[in-house]
């Protein structure tokens, strides 16, 4: 399910380039590429069905309730993404330059930094569709989203007792 993403032209000659972090990141800020918050921010919010809400303080967005992307480490400049195992080792492989674990346990659960600075539009346009989609397939394969549409519209929770609303 993953994407390919494509290679950005040598600054100085013709034919492939070596994309360190410091070449791409070069090329991002000449070109006019460098993603920041305000972009990734806009891209999620742009996906049917995603809310935007604050996690401990920090942005982060859901789609049928569960999260499925944030914006936790944008002091860094990183956007988090909440991939599946398979998915996060294909990103990191395929664009070591733009992808990296989450240090710790988090990353060991899939979830994925991604480098504003050196993501076009394209690639984080579809990095963040892809975490979107494993999430709004998961939530299909749960029935998520028609639990919450449920108690959202028939209970309220009060002391522990679900209660009609009147």
């Given at each position: 399910?993953?994407?390919?993403?494509?290679?950005a032209p040598s600054l100085t000659q013709p034919?492939?380039?070596?994309?360190?972090?410091?070449?791409?990141?070069?090329?991002?800020?000449?070109?006019?590429?460098?993603?920041?918050?305000?972009?990734?921010?806009?891209?999620?919010?742009?996906?049917?069905?995603?809310?935007?809400?604050?996690?401990?303080?920090?942005?982060?967005?859901?789609?049928?309730?569960?999260?499925?992307?944030?914006?936790?480490?944008?002091?860094?400049?990183?956007?988090?993404?909440?991939?599946?195992?398979?998915?996060?080792?294909?990103?990191?492989?395929?664009?070591?330059?733009?992808?990296?674990?989450?240090?710790?346990?988090?990353?060991?659960?899939?979830?994925?930094?991604?480098?504003?600075?050196?993501?076009?539009?394209?690639?984080?346009?579809?990095?963040?569709?892809?975490?979107?989609?494993?999430?709004?397939?998961?939530?299909?394969?749960?029935g998520r989203k028609a639990h919450v549409a449920?108690?959202?519209?028939?209970?309220?929770?009060?002391?522990?007792?679900r209660r009609p609303l009147l």
């Open positions: 399910m993953h994407f390919r993403f494509t290679r034919g492939p380039v070596n994309l360190c972090p410091l070449r791409m990141v070069e090329y991002s800020v000449i070109y006019g590429w460098p993603m920041k918050a305000a972009d990734f921010r806009k891209i999620a919010l742009s996906m049917e069905g995603v809310e935007e809400y604050s996690h401990s303080g920090l942005p982060a967005f859901r789609v049928g309730g569960r999260k499925f992307a944030s914006l936790a480490s944008q002091a860094e400049g990183f956007g988090n993404l909440m991939l599946t195992l398979e998915e996060q080792a294909a990103f990191v492989e395929e664009a070591p330059e733009i992808f990296l674990s989450i240090p710790g346990g988090w990353g060991r659960m899939g979830h994925t930094h991604i480098r504003l600075a050196a993501a076009s539009e394209e690639v984080l346009t579809g990095a963040l569709r892809t975490a979107w989609k494993l999430r709004v397939d998961k939530n299909a394969k749960t449920e108690r959202n519209k028939l209970t309220t929770k009060k002391r522990g007792k």
